[in-house]
């Protein structure tokens, strides 16, 4: 069970308040993740100032979501590595415990 207290956080992206109840230990990765975003909506606003805001939120969305998948993409392949990792040792210590003493 999750007894951690909920806080309510307002963040500003581009203007627009969102008001959102965390636990409170996460308090300051929203906050975080809030300039984050504003970071990266600004840059793109920059470097592209002829695109909607519309196509600037669909531009944030594919970056985090490509982001997310590929993190999650690395972490399987370091998660196989470690499997493999043990088995290979689990395959040493057997060999060892089956030498004669």
Same mark, same amino acid.
């Given at each position: ?23 409170? &230990? !996460? ?9 984050? =975003?504003?970071?990266?909506?600004? #840059? +793109? ?24 998948? &590929? !993190? ?9 590595? =470690?499997?493999?990792?043990?088995? #290979? +040792? ?12």
């Amino acid at each position: 069970m999750n007894t951690s207290k909920k806080i309510k956080l307002d963040i500003v992206i581009a203007g627009e308040v969102l008001s959102v109840s965390v636990p409170e &230990e !996460q308090r300051l990765l929203i906050k975080e993740t809030e300039l984050n =975003v504003q970071k990266k909506f600004s #840059d +793109l606003r920059r470097n592209f100032p002829r695109k909607s805001e519309k196509e600037i939120f669909a531009m944030i969305a594919f970056q985090f979501a490509f982001d997310f998948y &590929e !993190q999650a993409e690395q972490m399987n392949k370091a998660l196989r590595a =470690v499997e493999i990792l043990d088995e #290979d +040792l689990g395959t040493l210590i057997g060999a060892d415990e089956n030498k004669p003493k």
